[in-house]
C-alpha cells in the first residue's frame, strides 16, 4: 500500500466544530479557576405548548480567574475537567457594570 492511497483529511478543526457552544451569564466566581455560569433556554412545554425559560448553571474552567460575577460569557464543551466541570470559557462579550 503507497502512501498515496492513505486518506490524509485528518484535520481536528471538525472535531473542534461538532463541540455545543453556549451564552450565559456569570453567577459564581467563589472557586479557584472556575466560574458558574447560568445559560437560559426558551423551551416549549410537551403538552401545553406553552413558551417557559428553563436555566441551567455550568461550571466552566477559567484558567486566568478574569471574569466577574455579572459578565456575559461564551462556554464551550471540553473534556472532563472535575467531577461537574465540563465546559471551559473561550470569551467574555460583556463585562458587569
Excluded: C, F
Excluded at 479557584?32 to 447560568?38: E, G, M, Q, R
Excluded at 455550568?58 to 472535575?82: I, K, Q
Aim: aromatic share 2%; charged share 40%.
Amino acid at each position: 500500500m503507497a502512501e498515496s492511497d492513505i486518506p490524509q483529511d485528518t484535520d481536528q478543526s471538525n472535531e473542534r466544530s461538532s463541540r455545543k457552544v453556549r451564552e450565559g451569564i456569570v453567577v459564581s466566581t467563589k472557586m479557584d479557576k472556575t466560574a458558574v455560569v447560568a445559560v437560559t433556554d426558551r423551551v416549549r412545554h410537551r403538552r401545553y405548548r406553552k413558551t417557559m425559560q428553563r436555566t441551567t448553571r455550568l461550571h466552566a474552567h477559567d484558567e486566568t480567574n478574569d471574569v466577574n460575577e455579572g459578565d456575559r460569557v461564551r462556554v464551550a464543551e471540553t473534556r472532563p475537567l472535575s467531577k461537574n466541570k465540563r465546559w471551559r470559557i473561550v470569551e467574555v462579550l460583556e463585562r458587569a457594570r
